[in-house]
Structures are given as structure tokens and as C-alpha cells.
């Protein structure tokens, strides 16, 4: 099992928690985690300092009277037992605290939950995905408890194979004795005028993508878990997944995250940002830790 040893888990004091707390206890249990850091991030307060003195019944909740329910929230959904629990309210913009965070306390994997119908808690999520130097798992509030059913999209990179063990190390973890794996593939522009139809061009784009998918398929070790490969031809990725999301009763999908420059770290694919918006179940977007790290602490230095 793919070792997550230090745990980062923000909180907003919100039911939002609740099913990033029940998945942060189980991935604390398999893969035995050391450290889960349950962190609350407060904005600075704009009500000037004479008037708060004047009218003390202003006062948002203390820092102690956060870190208290933080602990009631933790002591209901966290059970895994041999993890270190370590509560902190923190001031400062979320997402450069949590990114600061990650870097100062070595986090494996970001346990982050999502309103599913509220787009302003949908950006930090696809922020933390795109500059942590690390795997991010994004929980939408009411995901069910278990994991039962993984899909794993591919494109037959070095992303996806990441993506895919990791997968894999879930599974076996979880006594999940098959995942599946989807390669959604487009028809190359001007295919028609090798004399094929669109339907004999699709079968060789398909036989094309078996291939790969065997090549691929060698590189992992599957730990006994049997992998399902699923070909789909659609010119729109993101909603070829949902569909088999929908279609197969997928419960947790996990993607690897691919750049397009030299800071490949701090990027994720447009179909990735799609699905984070947009999914109502899990997603874990996978990142070989450290990737982009020293281009995000020169950017931390600067913020």
C-alpha cells in the first residue's frame, strides 16, 4: 500500500467535514499514517479593532472555541487508531496557508471536502490539486462511506501510471477485486479520406488503443486486482467519464495530473479542472510528491 505517512485535512467547521473526516480515516488506517493535520484556515477580521473593543459581542468564535469543534467533528468520523490527531486554526488566505502547510509539514495526500452546489468552494479545491506538491483527494459532501467501485481514466503516460498503481494500492487495500480503466479516444481530422468510414476508422482507433492499453498495462503491478479496459470514442472527455461514472455506479475516480510546461507541477489538464467542478463523488488527483516543489516555495517566498 502506497504509504500516505502525514495527513492534511482542512476544515471548515461546516457539515461540508464530515465525509472529508470519514475519508481521511480511512486512508489513515490503510495505509497506516502517522500524522493527520486537521487544519481551519480563518480570514483576518475587517471590523476595526475601536469597535470590537466597544461591542466584544462581535467577536467571532475564539481560536480555542474552533479548535473545540474541530475535535467534537474529528471524534465522531476520525477512527483510525495508531494516527496522531494535531488540531491548528491558522489566519491568512486559504489556499496559501494550506499550501504553506504542505510544504512545512511533509503532507503525502490533501483531504479536502466540496460543497457540491456552491462554486466558491470549488475553486480551492482545483487550486490545491494544481500547486500541492502532492496528491489531493477532493470529497463532495454526502460521498458514500466506502469505496466499492474505482475508475481510473487513462491516456497511457507516465501520469497514468501513477495514477494507476495508486489505484491499484486502493483496491487491494479495500479488498476491491476489480477496477476499471477508461481510454476515451477523438478521430484524427481528415480521417475520411483514407477511404475508411467512420465506423471502420473508430474499430482501428479502438484495436489501436487495446494495444496500448497492453503495453500500458505491463509497466504495473497489479497486485491481483483485475483491471476492466473500456474504449470510448467521444470528442468530449470529461463527459465521457461522467457518463461511466453514472453508468457503472463508479464511487471514487482517480486521475493523474499532467502540466504543460516546466512548471508541470502547478498545472492540471482541463478535463481534470472539469471533473473537479463538476463531480459528486470523490476524486483523487494524483502527483508523484515533490512535483513543482521548488517552483512553489520561491512562490511562497513572494506571496
Request: hydrophobic fraction near 40%; glycine fraction near 4%.
Amino acid at each position: 500500500m502506497y504509504r500516505y505517512k502525514n495527513l492534511l485535512v482542512p476544515l471548515n467547521l461546516t457539515t461540508t467535514d464530515e465525509a472529508a473526516i470519514r475519508f481521511s480515516s480511512q486512508i489513515s488506517l490503510t495505509s497506516k499514517s502517522e500524522n493527520a493535520y486537521f487544519i481551519h484556515v480563518k480570514r483576518p477580521s475587517e471590523i476595526p479593532r475601536q469597535i470590537l473593543d466597544e461591542y466584544p459581542q462581535l467577536l467571532v468564535p475564539s481560536e480555542e472555541e474552533r479548535k473545540q469543534k474541530m475535535q467534537s467533528q474529528v471524534e465522531v468520523g476520525f477512527q483510525s487508531q495508531g494516527t496522531n490527531t494535531i488540531f491548528e486554526v491558522e489566519e491568512g488566505t486559504p489556499l496559501e496557508v494550506l499550501l504553506n502547510q504542505v510544504v512545512k509539514k511533509d503532507i503525502d495526500l490533501v483531504v479536502i471536502g466540496r460543497k457540491t452546489d456552491a462554486k466558491d468552494t470549488r475553486r480551492l479545491p482545483i487550486n490545491l490539486a494544481r500547486k500541492a506538491p502532492c496528491s489531493v483527494l477532493v470529497v463532495p459532501e454526502n460521498s458514500k462511506q466506502t469505496i466499492s467501485n474505482i475508475l481510473v481514466p487513462i491516456d497511457f503516460s507516465e501520469f497514468a501510471v501513477n495514477a494507476l498503481e495508486q489505484a491499484v494500492d486502493l483496491a487491494s487495500a479495500h479488498n476491491i477485486s476489480t477496477i476499471q480503466c477508461l481510454n476515451v479516444f477523438q478521430l484524427p481530422t481528415g480521417y475520411s479520406k483514407t477511404g475508411k468510414s467512420q465506423g471502420e476508422f473508430k474499430e482501428i482507433m479502438r484495436k489501436n488503443a487495446l494495444k496500448d492499453y497492453e503495453r500500458f498495462v505491463k509497466k504495473i503491478d497489479l497486485k491481483g486486482v483485475e483491471v476492466n479496459p473500456i474504449f470510448l470514442n467521444d470528442d468530449k472527455p470529461a463527459q465521457a467519464i461522467q457518463s461511466v461514472v453514472e453508468k457503472n455506479q463508479i464511487d471514487l475516480l482517480v486521475l493523474g495530473t499532467r502540466g504543460r510546461n516546466a512548471g508541470a507541477g502547478l498545472l492540471l489538464g482541463s478535463v481534470t479542472e472539469d471533473i473537479i467542478l463538476n463531480t459528486r463523488i470523490p476524486l483523487m488527483a494524483v502527483k508523484k510528491k515533490g512535483t513543482g516543489l521548488s517552483l512553489l516555495e520561491v512562490l511562497l517566498k513572494h506571496l
